[in-house]
């Protein structure tokens, strides 16, 4: 039997092996950093259950004896653990910051704006084989718009090589003006039931008086531009912008921003939702126009009564007051149930890493946890509950291969932050 068979018969039987992380990041951020190596490759394309990553928009280094990224039909990503020293390091990150023990509110707050985290796993085949389980952040959406950004001044780590660090200003040198690259998005289109695709050199061929043109193929399906979900990022990017400011213990290099709006049209006035044939998808290269595109404002999801005039400020007005301040000072929608859980109101279900109870040795019981939250029930990507609606926007940070500790704030992630909001207020406001 193939090594990739045995580790689909595995899962197929449930033997799935999580393993808890060793949680010392400390050690892990401060100590020597290796040039990156050559890992044992994998030898699995697919595991049972799980697919490649469909809606994967960036991150392709992975070579074709790398499994890369994972979607587990419990509602979970596996993301393979890169050689080291990323792989170990982000390990460490997610270890960390969802530790049981973890007292510190920097961190415990940190926990809203990442994917759950339920613990690394691997086959019992290839036990050295390590995957990160990442929540699914896309998990609930029908037609998820996914767009990845990634944010700072500098995409390589103090301690990258000079040719890395020559390798990354070339690839994109108005980094450290611009302040964050997008890496890839991909945009469900309603007229035409497709999805277009742009990948890392659309991102990279924006330039300072392009850029905002560039993000706003984000929020275009085709008919409008969806201001409801620009808005809506706004606050999220907002949320983690706080965070950044009143922190200095950690810097992020060469991590992303992961966004993520749901692609349906709202319901009709009769209640019918148009959920469209199966995907098709086109890689966007001309896709950049949108002739004749309205600019309609409407609520992603939630049919809001508003007059004609309602002005762009009002409706913003408007979405705002659905919003309400979180327990750690946060704003969520306030039907916003995506956001992480609060550790200090659930003890038990969300006590960090290792994550998976021993009772659930498949991960199952990570669905149920998940829909749980999301209100989302059984079949996990049904139609969710109208007042849920309005929070069909995610933002979540990822990809944490390069954090560092630090003793200061992270002016390059914060000025980033700051200027992709101003991109996006102007896309709101045009
Ligand atoms: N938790 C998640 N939920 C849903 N999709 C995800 C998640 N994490 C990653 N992805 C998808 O996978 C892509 C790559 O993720 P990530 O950046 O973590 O991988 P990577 O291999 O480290 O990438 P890179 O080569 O850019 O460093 C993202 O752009 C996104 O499309
Ligand atoms: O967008 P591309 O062209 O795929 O470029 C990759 C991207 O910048 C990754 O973020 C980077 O990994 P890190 O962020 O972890 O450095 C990788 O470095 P690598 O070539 O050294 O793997 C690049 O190749």
Redesign the pocket.
């Known amino acids: 039997m193939s090594t990739q068979h045995q580790i689909m018969d595995s899962l197929a039987l449930g033997r799935l092996e999580i393993n808890r992380p060793m949680v010392n990041l400390g050690t892990c951020l401060s100590g020597s950093v290796k040039e990156k190596n050559a890992q044992g490759g994998s030898q699995a394309a697919h595991l049972n259950g799980c697919v490649p990553?469909s809606?994967?928009?960036?991150?392709?280094?992975?070579g074709v004896d790398k499994v890369?990224?994972l979607q587990h039909p419990d509602g979970t990503?596996l993301?393979q653990l890169?050689p080291p020293p990323?792989g170990p390091r982000?390990m460490r990150f997610y270890s960390k910051v969802y530790a049981e023990d973890c007292g510190d509110p920097c961190l415990l707050d940190l926990q809203h704006h990442l994917?759950k985290y339920f613990g690394t796993w691997s086959s019992p085949e290839y036990p050295n084989e390590l995957y990160l389980k990442?929540?699914?952040?896309?998990r609930r959406f029908q037609k998820p718009c996914?767009m990845?950004v990634?944010i700072g001044q500098k995409s390589y780590d103090p301690y990258a090589s000079h040719e890395k660090r020559d390798q990354q200003i070339k690839k994109y040198p108005l980094m450290e003006e611009v302040g964050f690259l997008l890496?890839?998005m991909r945009v469900y289109k309603v007229n035409s039931d497709e999805y277009h695709s742009y990948d890392q050199h659309y991102g990279r061929g924006l330039l300072k008086d392009t850029i905002k043109d560039g993000l706003s193929k984000f929020f275009s399906n085709g008919r409008s531009l969806r201001k409801d979900a620009v808005a809506a990022s706004i606050l999220k990017v907002q949320n983690i912008l706080r965070w950044f400011e009143g922190q200095s213990q950690l810097t992020f290099y060469?991590s992303?921003l992961?966004f993520v709006y749901e692609g349906l049209p709202p319901p009709s006035p009769e209640g019918h939702v148009f959920r469209g044939p199966p995907e098709k998808t086109t890689s966007a290269a001309d896709a950049c126009c949108e002739p004749n595109e309205e600019v309609l404002e409407y609520n992603n999801n939630i049919r809001v009564a508003v007059p004609l005039d309602y002005s762009l400020s009002t409706m913003y007005t408007m979405y705002k007051k659905g919003c309400t301040r979180g327990h750690h000072g946060e704003v969520t929608a306030a039907s916003d149930t995506t956001t992480g859980p609060n550790p200090q109101e659930d003890n038990s279900t969300w006590k960090c890493p290792g994550l998976v109870p021993a009772e659930q040795p498949n991960g199952n019981g990570i669905k149920a946890q998940l829909e749980e939250e999301s209100g989302v029930g059984e079949g996990g990507r049904g139609e969710p509950h109208p007042e849920q609606r309005v929070s069909e926007v995610e933002v979540?940070m990822?990809?944490f291969?390069h954090v560092f500790p630090s003793e200061s704030q992270d002016q390059g992630y914060i000025y980033g932050l700051k200027h992709l909001l101003e991109v996006l207020q102007q896309i709101l406001h045009q």
């Open positions: 990553l809606h994967q928009v960036a991150g392709h280094k992975y890369g990224i990503v993301k890169q990323r982000e994917p990442l929540e699914d952040v896309t996914i990845d990634k890496l890839g060469a992303s992961l979540r990822i990809d291969a």
